[in-house]
C-alpha cells in the first residue's frame, strides 16, 4: 500500500502521505481562509491532497433560474440531457474554478478537472436509468492522471461528471465519485468536511461526539432517533464513500482551526466511520 493517511510517527507527514477529502460545493465556499492556508501548509510539507466536490444546492439554484425542473428519484437528481448540462456547466465550471481560486489564493497549488477530462471517471448507467436519465455508476477511475497532476505540485480538484466508451456523459454522485477516487489510489481513509463537528450523541444530557461509529451502528441510532433531521443525509453520504480499500470515513467540521492538520497527522478529531 503507497499510502500512508498518517505520518509514521503520528505528527510527521512522510512524502507518501496523502488523502483524499470529499466536500459540498456550498460548504468549500462557506469555509475560512485558514482552511484553504492549512491545505497550503500541508502542501509545503509534502502531504498530497486529492479534492473531489458536489454542487448541488448550486446546481438547483441554476435550474431554477433558467425555468428547468428539477427533480429527485431515491435521492439522486433525474438527469436529462438538458438537466445535464447545466449540471456540467455549474459543477465543471463555476464551483470548480471557485475551489481552485480559493486554494491558489492562499498560496498554495491546484488543478481542476472534470472526470469527463482524460476520461478520468468512467461510468455506466445507473440500473434505473429508464427512469432517472444520465445518471451513472463509476467503473474505473484514471488514477495515473490524478497521480500526475500531484506529482507536478498540484492539487486535484474533482467535478464528479463521469463518461463512457461512447462519450456519454453522466451526472456522478460526489460521494460515490470520491469513494471510488479514494479506492482507486490506494487510499484506505477518507475525509469529509462538513458544517458539523461529528456525530453527536446525547449521554448523560449532554451532546458528545461519537470518536468512533460502525456502519451498523450508524443505523442503529437512525432507527432510534439518535441521529436525526439533517444529519441523517450526512452520515449516508459518508457511508456511501466507504467502497472499494476505502474502509474508513472521518467527519469533521471545516471550520473548526487546524482540522485538516489534526485529521490527516494527528488523529483524535471529528467521527470514524469504520466498515465493520
Known amino acids: 500500500m503507497r499510502n500512508e493517511f498518517f505520518g509514521t510517527k503520528g505528527t510527521e507527514a512522510t512524502m507518501d502521505t496523502r488523502f483524499v477529502m470529499k466536500c459540498g460545493g456550498s460548504t468549500l465556499a462557506a469555509l475560512p481562509a485558514s482552511f484553504f492556508e492549512e491545505l497550503r501548509d500541508l502542501q509545503a510539507r509534502g502531504v498530497k491532497a486529492v479534492i473531489v466536490h458536489g454542487g448541488g444546492p448550486a446546481i438547483s439554484e441554476t435550474l431554477g433560474k433558467l425555468g428547468i425542473e428539477s427533480e429527485f428519484v431515491g435521492g439522486l437528481r433525474k438527469t436529462s440531457?438538458?438537466?445535464l448540462d447545466v449540471v456540467e456547466m455549474v459543477l465543471a465550471g463555476r464551483i470548480n474554478k471557485e475551489i481552485v481560486r480559493r486554494i491558489q489564493q492562499s498560496g498554495a497549488k491546484a488543478l481542476g478537472l472534470s472526470g469527463v477530462d482524460g476520461e478520468l471517471i468512467q461510468a455506466k448507467p445507473v440500473a434505473n436509468a429508464a427512469e432517472i436519465g444520465f445518471v451513472g455508476d463509476v467503473t474505473d477511475v484514471n488514477a495515473a492522471i490524478i497521480e500526475?497532476?500531484?506529482?507536478?505540485?498540484?492539487?486535484?480538484?474533482?467535478?464528479?461528471?463521469?463518461?463512457?466508451?461512447?462519450?456519454?456523459?453522466?451526472?456522478?454522485?460526489a460521494d460515490t465519485a470520491a469513494g471510488a477516487v479514494a479506492s482507486h489510489l490506494g487510499v484506505e481513509r477518507m475525509i469529509v468536511v462538513t458544517d458539523v463537528p461529528g456525530i453527536l450523541k446525547t449521554v448523560d444530557g449532554e451532546k458528545r461526539v461519537l470518536p468512533s461509529v460502525t456502519v451498523e451502528e450508524?443505523?442503529?441510532?437512525?432507527?432510534?432517533?439518535?441521529?436525526?433531521?439533517?444529519?441523517i443525509p450526512k452520515v449516508r453520504a459518508a457511508i456511501a464513500c466507504i467502497q472499494g480499500d476505502v474502509k474508513e470515513v472521518v467527519i469533521v467540521n471545516?471550520?473548526?482551526?487546524?482540522?485538516?492538520?489534526?485529521?490527516?497527522?494527528?488523529?483524535?478529531?471529528?467521527?470514524?466511520?469504520?466498515?465493520?
Not at 150 to 172: E, K, L
Not at 218 to 231: F, H, L, P, R, T
Request: aromatic share 4%.
Open 254 to 276: 471545516g471550520d473548526m482551526p487546524g482540522v485538516l492538520g489534526k485529521a490527516v497527522l494527528e488523529g483524535g478529531i471529528g467521527t470514524r466511520i469504520v466498515r465493520q
Open 218 to 231: 450508524i443505523e442503529a441510532m437512525i432507527a432510534s432517533g439518535d441521529i436525526y433531521g439533517g444529519m
Open 148 to 173: 500526475g497532476v500531484m506529482s507536478m505540485g498540484y492539487i486535484p480538484v474533482i467535478a464528479p461528471i463521469g463518461i463512457d466508451a461512447a462519450a456519454q456523459r453522466y451526472n456522478i454522485n
Open 81 to 83: 440531457n438538458e438537466v
